[in-house]
């Protein structure tokens, strides 16, 4: 739905834009140097990193709500049963709800057509997921009660790209790009949490808490996007665009380069350095 709106969005920009015409020399002179400016969109990452939050690695749930004697005894009163978690109950498929993409960009057009960029982008990311518990209250099958509870995740992710960007065809006002370079990505885990009988409890192991580490890292990956290039004046363009990754994201103990997406709108502004000259 949210990749649907999005390209209805683009197709209403492209239409409205086409219809004015700028001048040649003001479609060169927004081609070259140096633009600044600022990146909108939306990250759909892959699901495997999610897998993390699930409660049986690092941030283990059995340790929390049942060998953790405090916790257990909680639960048990607010159940008013004995209760116990199968392993094979813990979600196989967690996975990341789409996030909002910020960022700035810095880029150098040496020619009409070409030019190089450095991005830095900022994502929280959101995972969740449902599991069961076993209740021994017993039912008319004399077999346990099974009861739905909550696993959630939340992390942060800073990408920082170098990439080169190419326009296609003759200089107009709205022209297809394409773009590619490398990754560094760095996440950091926010939260890792349970809801089990309405409380909440954080998975994260009690000496990581203590000592303040932070679970995540810095990953390195690969991009390659495609879009259009709008010029607004020869001082303001636009760019909407999407692009995927193969990144390596440092989470967990599995940490497979997997692919990730980006739908986005970037606002460059020009002439940040130009000299009068050029004006």
């Given at each position: 739905m949210i990749k649907k709106l999005f390209l209805l969005l683009f197709f209403l920009i492209i239409h409205f834009f086409?219809?004015?015409?700028?001048?040649?020399?003001?479609?060169?002179?927004?081609?070259?140097?140096?633009?600044?400016?600022?990146?909108?969109?939306?990250?759909?990452?892959?699901?495997?990193?999610?897998?993390?939050?699930?409660?049986?690695?690092?941030?283990?749930?059995?340790?929390?709500?049942?060998?953790?004697?405090?916790?257990?005894?909680?639960?048990?009163?607010?159940?008013?049963?004995?209760?116990?978690?199968?392993?094979?109950?813990?979600?196989?498929?967690?996975?990341?709800?789409?996030?909002?993409?910020?960022?700035?960009?810095?880029?150098?057009?040496?020619?009409?057509?070409?030019?190089?960029f450095i991005e830095f982008n900022y994502a929280k990311l959101?995972?969740?997921?449902?599991?069961?518990?076993?209740?021994?209250?017993?039912?008319?099958?004399?077999?346990?009660?099974?009861?739905?509870?909550?696993?959630?995740?939340k992390e942060e992710r800073i990408d920082f790209n170098i990439g080169i960007n190419t326009i296609f065809g003759k200089l107009q006002k709205i022209k297809p790009y394409t773009e590619f370079g490398i990754n560094m990505n760095n996440v950091k885990v926010l939260e890792s949490r349970a809801q089990v009988a309405n409380m909440v409890y954080s998975l994260v192991p009690p000496n990581n808490t203590y000592y303040k580490v932070v679970q995540g890292g810095i990953g390195f990956g690969v991009f390659a996007g495609v879009g259009v290039q709008i010029i607004f004046t020869q001082n303001f363009l636009m760019h909407i665009g999407a692009d995927i990754s193969l990144k390596r994201i440092n989470l967990g103990t599995d940490k497979p380069y997997k692919p990730q997406e980006t739908v986005f709108v970037r606002l460059l502004l020009r002439n940040v350095f130009a000299s009068k000259e050029e004006e």
């Open positions: 086409s219809q004015a015409e700028l001048k040649k020399d003001s479609l060169k002179f927004a081609m070259l140097g140096w633009h600044f400016g600022a990146n909108f969109g939306m990250y759909f990452a892959d699901r495997t990193p999610a897998s993390f939050y699930n409660g049986s690695g690092e941030n283990n749930l059995k340790a929390t709500i049942i060998d953790n004697s405090y916790n257990y005894q909680a639960i048990r009163s607010a159940l008013n049963y004995d209760f116990s978690i199968d392993s094979t109950s813990l979600p196989k498929k967690m996975k990341y709800s789409p996030a909002i993409n910020i960022g700035f960009i810095a880029k150098y057009n040496f020619n009409k057509k070409t030019g190089y959101k995972a969740s997921d449902v599991f069961t518990i076993k209740i021994d209250s017993f039912n008319s099958t004399s077999e346990p009660s099974l009861k739905t509870e909550y696993l959630f995740g």
